[in-house]
């Protein structure tokens, strides 16, 4: 079983949708059993909340039904844990990067950009402040990296 976490910084937006989508890919190629995904944000603003409705509903629309409830990451726990820390954007790679004091951890910190076949991008940028098209935008990118990092990962050992 490999474990996956996207992280993000509100547990809102980016990586909850991150989460559905990967496990919407996982379910379509019956991979279930071999995988485990979450997310969790850098900030415990959100914690226990559902996803921005925003997001709930552009991603609805896309047929991913989101339920995580927002989570603070956890370093003592979750370095351990997770096989794959999959961070949004360059401030969070940092963020968790730096977390990871004696870096025991550092081959399993990712950014999620990297995944990408089809954009050319260097983060997924944060939708909280933008209009619909910026969560269209998150989406389009996050299905396009999820494709790719479970093509990559399903065979790793
Ligand atoms: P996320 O988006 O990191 O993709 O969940 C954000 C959500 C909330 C905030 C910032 C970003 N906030 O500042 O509350």
Known sequence: ???VLFICL???CRSPAAEGIMKSIIHKRHLTDKFHVD???MINY???ESADPRMLKHALERGYKL????????????FKEFDYLVTMDDQIYMDVN???KDNEYSSKIHKMAKYC???NIKEVVDPYDGGPEAFES???ILEDACGYFLDKIKDES
């Open 39 to 41: 997310s969790a944000g």
């Open 67 to 78: 339920t995580h409830k927002a989570r603070q990451f956890n370093p003592k726990k979750d």
């Open 46 to 48: 959100h914690t226990g």
């Open 138 to 140: 998150v989406l389009d």
């Open 10 to 12: 509100g547990n809102i």
């Open 98 to 100: 730096k977390l990871d």
């Open 117 to 119: 076949s089809h954009y």
């Open 1 to 3: 079983m490999k474990k």
